[in-house]
């Protein structure tokens, strides 16, 4: 890809570093926020279990829908706020502008929500071929445990892939392009850590996740939009819990 005229470098941006710094920050309040929510699961359900008790306790709930739902919302509100809290600590920045935060035109839309499209068919026939084409552990647990089930939808389809884009595509990303990686390496850095960050999943899931990051990854930087990326984020886990709900049917 070009680097030539990259519309960010007339933005205020965080460096390559200070992006670095900040981005371990937010990953470390992410962590904070997950193991908080779960602790606080623990304490308010399970307040008299013993350390052992609890330790089997954490492994389960690592898999419980509830748990799973109430993490990735309180992840999304902290999350986000304290990404809009660093662009905002950087002199003359504007968050629209840093994050991308507009509406793509039709053009574009219809032009990666074809690409995409094509790209999940793609993966949904690679995965049958490859018998891998069965719901996954994580996802069958979550559906199953969730309570309520329109609770692990919201933090699916809504939280995830708000706080997961603006962080990885709207906050690292667009740090990144500053940086020798330019555009080319940022796209591709920031899709290996957001596949890296889905441990819950296998070699092979986490490759399909990184492919996918690479095409929103693009997508956000031809459109100069997070809208779009966030847009098709939410599209792929709506069809991934309905596939859920589906083959657990």
């Not at 609890?54 to 990404?83: H, K, Y």
């Not at 018998?131 to 199953?144: I, P």
């Amino acid at each position: 890809m070009n680097d030539e005229h990259n519309p960010i470098d007339s933005i205020a941006v965080w460096g390559g570093w200070a992006t670095l710094a900040w981005g371990l920050l937010i990953a470390a309040i992410f962590m904070v926020t997950q193991v908080s929510v779960l602790g606080g699961y623990i304490a308010s359900n399970y307040g008299e279990a013993s350390e052992r008790e609890i330790a089997s306790l954490t492994e389960q709930l690592l898999l419980n829908g509830t748990v799973i739902s109430l993490a990735t919302i309180a992840t999304f509100i902290i999350g986000s706020l304290a990404i809009i809290g660093i662009i905002k600590l950087k002199k003359h920045s504007q968050i629209s502008s840093y994050l991308g935060l507009k509406l793509p035109n039709r053009e574009q839309t219809r032009y990666w929500l074809t690409i995409f499209i094509s790209l999940l068919l793609f993966s949904e026939l690679l995965s049958y071929f490859l018998d891998k084409y069965e719901a996954h552990e994580f996802m069958v647990s979550a559906y199953a445990t969730a309570e309520p089930l329109w609770l692990l939808w919201i933090a699916m389809v809504v939280a995830a892939p708000v706080f997961e884009e603006l962080f990885f595509r709207g906050f690292l990303l667009t740090g990144f392009q500053r940086t020798f990686l330019g555009t080319t390496g940022a796209i591709v850095m920031t899709s290996l850590l957001w596949a890296v960050i889905h441990t819950q999943y296998d070699l092979y899931y986490m490759a399909t996740i990184f492919v996918m990051g690479v095409v929103l990854g693009l997508a956000r930087v031809q459109s100069r939009s997070l809208i779009l990326p966030i847009g098709l984020h939410a599209l792929v886990n709506g069809l991934a819990t309905l596939q859920t709900a589906y083959l657990v049917s």
